[in-house]
């Protein structure tokens, strides 16, 4: 629960809508970070909310950080300042597609490696693979 009010005082008005029961999860994305390679602040779903689909975002760190330099993952807080995250291997963050910004620095040494995976509260295999939950347990 730490974790749930820490989140709560930096985002007092994002609460996270829970997901149904039955829910589905998108293919899993796997990011090869190489010299140069980041993400600019921004927020995994784009479009007006007939199109947003993607609730949760989860980044999977597969790469120890001691093995790379730079390739650092940052959320916005609401004062628009970005605060870098701690991500040690086999570790992992889940947070709000739609609202939370978050971005990647630009890698400057080594090789970084994540695996990405948005949950859906709707089908959406007409134009993004996905699998209801439910089915694959």
């Known amino acids: 629960h730490a974790v749930r009010d820490a989140a ?11 997901l149904p029961v039955d829910f589905w999860l998108t293919a899993a994305q796997l990011n090869w970070y190489s010299l140069g390679d ?3 602040p921004h927020t995994d779903e784009v479009g007006g909310l007939r199109s947003a689909y993607k609730e949760l ?5 597969l790469t120890p950080p001691d093995e790379y330099d730079g390739g650092r993952f940052a959320v916005e807080l609401p004062s628009g300042k ?8 086999n570790s992992a963050v889940v947070f709000s597609a739609r609202e939370v910004r978050h971005s990647v620095s630009p890698l400057v040494a080594g090789r970084r490696v994540t695996l990405v995976l948005w949950a859906t509260a709707r089908d959406v295999s007409s134009y993004e693979p996905c699998a209801r939950v439910s089915d694959v347990l």
């Open 82 to 89: 970005l605060s870098t995250l701690h991500t040690p291997a």
């Open 38 to 40: 980041h993400f600019a």
């Open 57 to 61: 975002a989860l980044v999977y760190f």
């Open 8 to 18: 709560d005082q930096l985002w007092p008005s994002r609460r996270l809508s829970p």
